[in-house]
């Protein structure tokens, strides 16, 4: 095992004093200081300043709204221009009306140029005396437009106004035509007023200028900002949000007009910063070459043994502490390799020992049940039976000789289910019926060995319990309704006594064979192989598929026994 033969520590006290020193500049932090306060100073200021405007216009924009509303509620002539014919005189009067009564009030409300109303089906358009010409596309286009409807206001960019809305009726709108340079702003400085489309809305000298910060200007999530650049000089920006419409408003305040002198100590003071971005950087390139590097490695080799890498690789020109950590890593992940293989391979020795007794624990029970049937049937000297019988069991012998290996055909599986039942008729002459049913495509799916003979021995065991009359034992296999492509059932059901209540109380409906555990009582009543089976079909790959559901029939009370598993284990 290495030793360090360095002191990484001393070397980092050493260049962490030359970072000190860097980063002790008093005169920079008082400088630096300053030019904050200021700053923070007249941003703050020049907020309030926009929000105070800003809630100027919304008022303004408030009144509008409640004049527009209250006349399309109390104005008759409003209310029944519609209905009139177009050029009647009814028609011709109530225009004259309105547009009086638009003309008396255009005057009384800030930033208003004119009041108009707008009949779309007949395209007519009328204005407050004195006003400028408003298209009517630019009105359809206001009318259709989604912010319209939810606000009842819309920014016009081309023609750069505001356009409040008010519906009087199907077709019939009145509205006011809002001129933004009409608001009175009295700053002297750089001021915009712009849409969430970033079009200037105000005619000013300085557009150029808006031009060139329009995406900082129009950007909803800057509020406040220090640094946007024009012809290599700095401004400082501060913006506010109406509430009523997709407007905002800004200021810009030139960084020189602020600092004044402090900008010239500003400039000369960059020459001390630069002595120490050097000493800065110096340190950096020999805190990655020392330090950074062999920790950046370390946290590597741990990711790759998180996901599974075995190896570790070890720099070899480091010769401090470092190498002694790689090298005792290293040492480590062997230990938790050698740990890791060792447990696995217990693990599947553990597996296949489990595996193979349950296999052995279920065949015994179908041998000492057909040794039974046939010394009954040789003890009535029924010799024809017993060869018969004898010749069914020599099949089995010759199938469980073939089913040493884990898997084996649902066919063929489903031909020892056939052969058992064939030995219990014998048995029970006359008394016992059986139907399998099964498709062709479907007898080449893998199944674990001796799985549905071993509920078709329990049906056979429990199904005459305290029955005189006959049984009947259907057994169908088909595609499972709801993952068809993947799973297929296999139902065993019989007209019997049907599964005691203790059962069905313990197991639920359906439930994953990896969580099925029989109760005790189940142990007793069931015995143990339909437990092995489960537990079997569970440890093979793709057993977390399985289903096993136990229930009672509601007409036969017979017990049913559906069985789901994939199509390729």
Not at 120 to 146: C, F, Q
Not at 254 to 268: A, F, Q, T, V, Y
Request: net charge negative; with cysteine; proline share 4%.
């Amino acid at each position: 095992m290495l030793k360090p033969s360095g002191s990484l520590k001393k070397s980092l006290i050493i260049h962490m004093i030359l970072l000190m020193i860097t980063l002790t500049s008093l005169l920079v932090y008082i400088l630096y200081y300053g030019i904050g306060i200021l700053t923070t100073q007249a941003l703050d200021s020049h907020r309030q300043l926009t929000n105070t405007y800003m809630e100027r216009m919304d008022s303004a924009l408030t009144k509008t709204n409640s004049f527009l509303s209250h006349l399309a509620a109390y104005d008759s002539d409003l209310s029944s221009i519609g209905a009139y014919p177009y050029g009647s005189t009814e028609y011709i009067m109530s225009k004259i009306n309105i547009q009086k009564e638009f003309t008396t009030n255009t005057g009384l409300y800030d930033g208003v140029a004119a009041f108009f109303l707008y009949i779309e089906p007949t395209n007519d358009l009328l204005l407050s005396e004195g006003s400028s010409v408003i298209k009517p596309d630019t009105l359809r286009r206001a009318i259709s437009s989604t912010q319209a409807k939810e606000r009842n206001i819309y920014i016009d960019e081309k023609s750069q106004a505001i356009i409040q809305i008010t519906s009087i009726s199907r077709g019939v709108y009145i509205g006011a035509w809002i001129d933004p340079n009409r608001y009175s702003f009295s700053y002297d400085g750089f001021l915009f007023m712009f849409s969430d489309g970033g079009t200037s809305l105000l005619r000013k000298d300085y557009n150029s200028l808006y031009s060139n910060l329009t995406p900082a200007l129009a950007s909803r999530d800057v509020t406040v900002s220090n640094e946007l650049q024009h012809d290599e000089k700095s401004y400082l920006l501060v913006k506010s949000t109406s509430t009523l419409a997709n407007l905002q408003l800004a200021i810009l305040i030139p960084e020189s007009d602020l600092l004044g002198s402090l900008r010239m100590i500003k400039n000369l003071m960059w020459l001390l910063p630069i002595a120490f971005v050097v000493i800065i950087l110096l340190f950096y390139f020999y805190l990655q070459k020392s330090f950074m590097k062999p920790v950046q490695h370390l946290h590597q080799s741990f990711k790759n043994v998180t996901a599974g890498k075995r190896e570790v690789d070890i720099p070899e020109h480091h010769h401090d502490e470092f190498s002694f950590l790689f090298q005792s890593f290293q040492n480590m992940v062997g230990e938790i390799n050698e740990l890791k293989i060792d447990v696995y391979e217990e693990q599947i020795r553990a597996q296949q020992a489990e595996y193979k007794h349950l296999q052995l624990q279920i065949n015994p029970h179908f041998y000492m049940n057909t040794l039974n049937i046939i010394y009954n049937m040789a003890a009535v000297r029924e010799y024809q039976s017993v060869q018969k019988l004898t010749l069914h069991l020599a099949h089995y012998f010759r199938f469980i000789t073939k089913t040493n290996r884990p898997l084996i055909s649902l066919g063929d599986e489903m031909d020892q289910v056939r052969n058992y039942l064939d030995i219990q008729c014998m048995r029970f002459v006359d008394r016992l019926h059986y139907e399998i049913v099964m498709p062709d495509d479907i007898k080449a799916y893998p199944i674990p060995p001796v799985t549905l003979l071993t509920f078709v021995e329990n049906t056979m065991i429990h199904g005459f319990r305290n029955k005189r009359k006959d049984l009947m034992v259907r057994v169908v296999v088909e595609p499972d309704q709801s993952h068809p492509d993947q799973l297929f059932t296999i139902t065993i059901k019989d007209n019997g006594c049907g599964f005691p209540q203790s059962i069905l109380d313990g197991a639920p409906a359906t439930l994953p064979l990896s969580q099925w555990s029989p109760a005790e009582s189940d142990e007793r009543e069931r015995g143990i192989g339909m437990y092995n089976v489960v537990r079997r079909i569970g440890m093979m790959p793709g057993g977390a598929l399985a289903r096993l559901e136990l229930t009672n029939d509601e007409i036969t009370s017979g017990a049913v026994v559906k069985l789901t598993l994939p199509k390729a284990i």
